[in-house]
């Protein structure tokens, strides 16, 4: 029986994820229906309206011990230790850089793409592994970013190294459609590796600029660095940023009227001006909450806002709070978790068929086909070499043969 593709869409959209996953092997037809950007749209805008998802990393069984229940949030465990590494995310896509590696995860499909980033760089001497313990620090103290492109649609990935002496090292990109580490212009100022950045309309921002406090932006379609002013409250204080709500958040955390408050500041586009959005009393110096260390080392990031208008709030200690802003009430309501992100359903393809895996099993374990990949890219790299090398050998056979045929034919004259 055939149905007519508009049929089959409004069918489809009823459909739980597992499901539409499951469908996409059916036909070319299913497919292209299930993978297209329309579908992907109308499914968004629908779950948009279902209670609010955040997406962590953990073993669910131990997690769910530490959570209590909430009616308007629903937790989504990624089964795999290495997720709870530091991370970022964008569109509902996972990056995880681990040592040699840069990993994009797509929960939605299970499909993986790995992106071999070569050796780390030596431990900076500016390391602080007494403090760094609470910041989201990458391997090989790599200054992380991921984003969308907004003009070309691509996903990409950003990466910085400095030197001892704070020194620009690397500074790279790549689109995970081409597959290929790209020189990215250096940015105007040294950048710390303690606070992950952002990704926002096709900008990735990155707050932790040294000397001073600054806003760091790059244009991921035209490659361009651009500075962003900060509030002025928010200097001096412990910030961090965020995506809420696809609007560039920035939140500081900071000590007033022996209390823990956060601050949080909204920036509207395009001209990226601030106004404050949340205003929170968190706990009071002395409860159970209390960090006991710099409040500099003390962070809160706003993860996502609930249908009914509620702040979900993660902090330094992999706890995650419910702020109810109409009545300043602060609840804790899942502690020991490893937030990820919200959890957004993507459906669109993820990087080219040949180069993907299936499952964060081969996060732990490189896969054979991407030794094999990794074998022939270091061929690739030498093949210089390896041309000279293999002239040379033939050169060096061929006249070895053509004297042993000489020889050959002197004995065989001789025996006649």
């Not at 609470?134 to 970013?145: A, E, I, K, L, Q």
């Amino acid at each position: 029986m055939y149905l007519v593709p508009d049929l089959l869409e409004e069918i489809f959209l009823g459909l739980p994820l597992r499901s539409v996953v499951k469908f996409r092997t059916v036909s070319k037809q299913w497919r292209s229906i299930l993978e297209s950007l329309r579908f992907a749209e109308r499914r968004r805008m629908m779950n948009a309206q279902t209670k609010t998802k955040i997406m962590a990393a953990g073993d669910r069984s131990r997690t769910q011990t530490w959570f209590k229940e909430d009616e308007e949030v629903e937790i989504v465990y990624l089964q795999c230790d290495v997720a709870s590494r530091p991370s970022l995310s964008c569109d509902g896509l996972v990056c995880i850089p681990v040592p040699g590696w840069v990993n994009v995860f797509n929960p939605s499909t299970e499909e993986l793409l790995r992106f071999s980033s070569g050796r780390d760089p030596p431990i900076p001497r500016y390391a602080n592994n007494y403090v760094d313990c609470v910041f989201d620090v990458f391997p090989g103290y790599w200054r992380m970013g991921f984003g969308r492109d907004n003009v070309s649609g691509s996903y990409k990935i950003v990466r910085m190294c400095f030197n001892h002496h704070w020194e620009i090292h690397r500074c790279e990109i790549l689109d995970v459609n081409i597959v290929r580490w790209q020189k990215l212009s250096p940015p105007p100022y040294e950048i710390g590796y303690r606070r992950k950045s952002t990704c926002v309309n096709g900008s990735i921002y990155w707050v932790e600029v040294l000397p001073d406090q600054k806003l760091l932006a790059l244009d991921l379609h035209a490659q361009e660095w651009r500075d962003v002013g900060l509030p002025l409250e928010a200097l001096g204080k412990s910030f961090q940023v965020a995506n809420l709500e696809n609007r560039l958040a920035l939140a500081a955390t900071y000590i007033e009227n022996d209390h823990w408050n956060v601050k949080i500041w909204s920036a509207e586009a395009p001209e990226e001006t601030w106004s404050v959005v949340y205003s929170i009393r968190l706990f009071p110096l002395d409860h159970p909450y209390d960090d006991p260390s710099s409040p500099l080392w003390y962070w809160t990031r706003p993860v996502a806002v609930s249908k009914k208008g509620n702040l979900f709030v993660q902090d330094s200690y992999k706890r995650l709070f419910k702020c109810y802003p109409e009545t300043g009430e602060v609840r804790l309501i899942a502690a020991e978790i490893c937030v990820i992100s919200p959890f957004v359903e993507n459906l669109v393809p993820l990087g080219r068929l040949d180069s993907k895996t299936y499952g964060l099993r081969h996060l732990d374990h490189v896969p054979l086909s991407s030794r094999i990949f990794n074998f022939f890219r270091r061929m690739e790299l030498k093949r210089s070499s390896i041309l000279v090398t293999t002239t040379v050998v033939t050169l060096v056979m061929f006249r070895y043969c053509s004297h042993l045929s000489r020889s050959i034919s002197i004995y065989h004259d001789q025996s006649l």
